[in-house]
DNA sequence: CCGTCTATGGAATGAACATTCCATATTGAC
DNA sequence: GTCAATATGGAATGTTCATTCCATAGACGG
């Protein structure tokens, strides 16, 4: 039992891997050689498919995949594959990567440091989340849609309430007329009641939503109003009632989530609606 | 078996999947919702996932997946997965294609998208710049700080005061007492009035800096009330009268700032204090 | 040219998995 | 409140799949 060669470390990520398949494949036999060949060329193949059907569009036997896998210390093929796949999977991650580096560094870190780290690759990969999400054109609809209301109302509640009290504080500071919903208790409708389809709504709810911010959006649209929304799911009902929505995927440290995705999507609403009515 | 509808075509790419789930949500059972909620928030994880994993991860059981497919007229599970394994190969090239865009500001692209794609750099900056400023030391100094405080008073203004609503509301969650000032006109000093050397402060203030947080900031340290603080340069009020600051630059898109880099500090800031309290 | 050692193909095996079935719970109509 | 219809949980089932095993082919050294 000499196939697993032990001087090699088992790679840990699809780069490891592919270093070590580059590096060894002068002295692989003739089938490990070609399923090393179609490995490095069609990787998304390995990640779907099944052994048999690899083996068959690679032109080799199954056995052939699983010996190729123990070679490179795996286990099985299976093993393998999970790399192909995490490969496809975290796309963005080069600040996960970051993070491992700056962990293996001390060994004994701070709970405290585990947990800014944490928080701030969180706060990463939501901005790449949500830079990756909003499409353009679905933006710039939006903007249009609010730039030309005469007031804009800030609909949120809890969790979601800072975000809209800081676009009210910009929009004081643009000169841009909105009305901030959900400060203090049984006004909130009485304002609401005050819109005209002249005017538009920004409301933003994240699970588990308020059932207040949900019914707001909903009458208001009920009365003509156009509701722009931010929300973390296509199943929010703030989805089903917003003439234009976007989907923020807060990542969570620990089941804990920053709003930093949502604070750049609000800061780049708010600057872009004043921008362009500034235009005219 | 009336299970499949015939009514309805099978799906055959993953938006038209996408849009008969979100159509018929409302008349899906209670399961069968909450598999379709999972499998638009977390499409990745039906791609490579086993029937069984997702099933845990779901909180519904194996069976409940294939039923689900089935409602929407796959022969079971797997016809479905194949969809979002497709979508998955797909997706990736238009993916990055976007993160490309995020380079190029030429003039073709609608102003909103330059904007939002400037703020979404100025968030990568903003973080990377407090992740590199923030020394681990310090930090772990004023969790330890603010844990032990009997009432944490949390002290901003204006342009800090989403931050400081956002902790409010995130310390409730993790029972952990506190008090927010700055809200209404008036009794703040007379909340800050009843502090004990037993409490602790968490002010933040940027440039202008409001002047009442600053002077507050100062009676409380005057008082031997600890106080840790977030500003954004050296000569801020904040930091000559504060037990630990930390600096926090926020990267600027034409002038105007968002708050990610500070949400995300100030969760890690959360979350640490929490958690150092549940250990004792 | 023979023996040994490694590589390979293909069948056998056993594990993982999707799917089905049935008993129970829940919902809705009368 | 009762009954029927539908939904659900969980175990049983049969299939697909990765893996192992073994016989054979090929390479290499003597």
């Not at 809209?164 to 901030?180: D, E, H, N, T």
């Not at 722009?228 to 923020?248: G, I, K, N, R």
Request: proline residues 4%; contains cysteine; hydrophobic residues 45%.
């Amino acid at each position: 039992m000499s196939d697993t060669d032990v001087k090699q470390p088992v790679p840990q990520d699809f780069d490891a891997l592919r270093s070590a398949i580059l590096e060894r494949k002068g002295e692989l036999p003739k089938r490990l050689t070609q399923v090393a060949a179609y490995a490095l060329d069609h990787p998304d193949e390995i990640a779907f498919g099944t052994a048999a059907s690899i083996a068959i569009s690679a032109a080799v036997q199954p056995s052939t995949l699983v010996r190729f896998a123990q070679h490179f210390g795996f286990d099985g093929f299976s093993g393998l594959q999970l790399l192909f796949r995490a490969r496809l999977r975290e796309r963005t991650s080069s600040y996960e990567e970051r993070l491992r580096t700056l962990e293996q560094d001390g060994a004994s870190l701070a709970e405290s440091t585990t947990i800014f780290n944490g928080f701030v690759a969180a706060a990463h990969r939501s901005i790449d989340a949500i830079a990756a999400a909003v499409e353009p054109d679905a933006f710039e609809r939006a903007v249009t849609l609010l730039a030309k209301a005469d007031t804009i109302y800030l609909i949120a509640k809890r969790r979601s309430y800072p975000i809209s009290s800081y676009m009210a504080y910009a929009f004081g500071k643009l000169k841009v007329r909105c009305q901030l919903v959900g400060t203090s208790a049984g006004i909130d409708d009485d304002m609401l009641a005050m819109a005209t389809s002249k005017d538009a709504a920004f409301a933003i709810s994240f699970s588990p939503y308020a059932s207040e911010s949900a019914a707001q959006a909903r009458m208001m649209a009920s009365r003509g109003i156009p509701v722009v929304s931010l929300t973390d799911s296509a199943f929010s009902p703030l989805a089903e009632c917003s003439t234009e929505w976007f989907e923020v995927v807060e990542a969570d440290h620990a089941g804990f989530r920053s709003l930093s995705a949502s604070m750049a999507f609000a800061m780049a609403l708010t600057v872009s609606i004043a921008e362009k009515r500034r235009r005219g």
